[in-house]
């Protein structure tokens, strides 16, 4: 199944069924319904839905936005915060999400788990990979910090996360929706590659899947942390989705496929026609170079 991402037309629109109407008019049959879906998107939203004009796939927390907030947000409220009211507010707008993710027939919710509270290394590595220092002795050794300073820190704000599931899976089950564990780009963010499948395994609930950014894992591939293909294969059999953009080097994301450097021919034989396929590409991306990009992909992966 593929679907398309209102991350990339949201902001153009005041209402919610214009929105929808010109995702169905690119010739897809799903959307997903991204961070930036405002309270005053809702109500056209539910019309085409409704209407049977269009499918939701997914929702990405939070989903629809807090009162107040016009601009993606998916970070505003974390699970792993030290803060319990963070914590409890990021919870609050989960529920909320699930809720909303119900009542359009969505199959899952799409998450950010958190981070590490401690000094941002991601844009200083990535500023020394685009300026050529990637082999030098400086970068192993941020590298190095970072990961003994990761694995110091990190018990806690993992505890936290695991709470945080807990409480939610249980309203996801009664739902019927499934929460998504997506991998993030940050080296901060929770939770680490090497530790997703601890996680899978301590809670083995089936409603909690694996959701796959092809972006995100390409970028830590530049950084040097993970090798995207293989780290892939190792998730393939949680895997329930994906978001689909191309990274053109080290770091700017969100791009049509075609105009990076992923090998979409390398992760085709782990995506299965089953799992939720959903371009996720900036507003940025031109109408023609997203067309492009849509056609390599299903050319690559199949049309289904």
Known sequence: ????????????????????????????EYAELSHDTRISLMPGILEAVDAGEIRI???????????????AAPNLYQFSAERPREREMALRYTFKTLEFASRVQ?????LH??????????DKLLDMVASGQRDTPKY???????????????????????????????????????????NRQGLEELPLESDLRF?????????????????????????GFIRHAIHFESMAPRLFGLHVHDVQFPGRDHCAPGSGMIDFDAL?????PEHIKVFEFGRFVELEEMRSGVEKVKGVWGSE
């Open 1 to 28: 199944m593929y679907s398309f991402s209102t991350c990339w037309n949201a902001h153009r629109h005041t209402d919610g069924r214009a929105l929808l109407r010109e995702i169905r008019s690119l010739g897809f």
């Open 57 to 71: 796939s997914s929702l990405h927390n939070f989903c629809p936005l807090p009162m107040g907030v016009n601009h």
């Open 106 to 110: 969505a199959q899952v919710v799409v």
């Open 113 to 122: 788990l958190g981070s590490i509270e401690m000094r941002d290394y991601t």
């Open 140 to 182: 192993q050794k941020l590298c190095t910090e970072l990961d003994e300073k990761r694995e110091k820190l990190k018990g806690p704000f993992e505890e936290r996360i695991k709470e945080a599931l807990k409480r939610l899976l249980p309203e996801a089950e009664s739902r019927g929706i499934r929460l998504g564990v997506e």
């Open 199 to 223: 996680l899978f395994r301590e809670i083995a609930n089936p409603n909690l899947v694996y959701w796959h950014d092809t972006g995100h894992a390409q970028i830590k591939d530049n950084l």
């Open 268 to 272: 085709k034989p782990f995506v299965k």
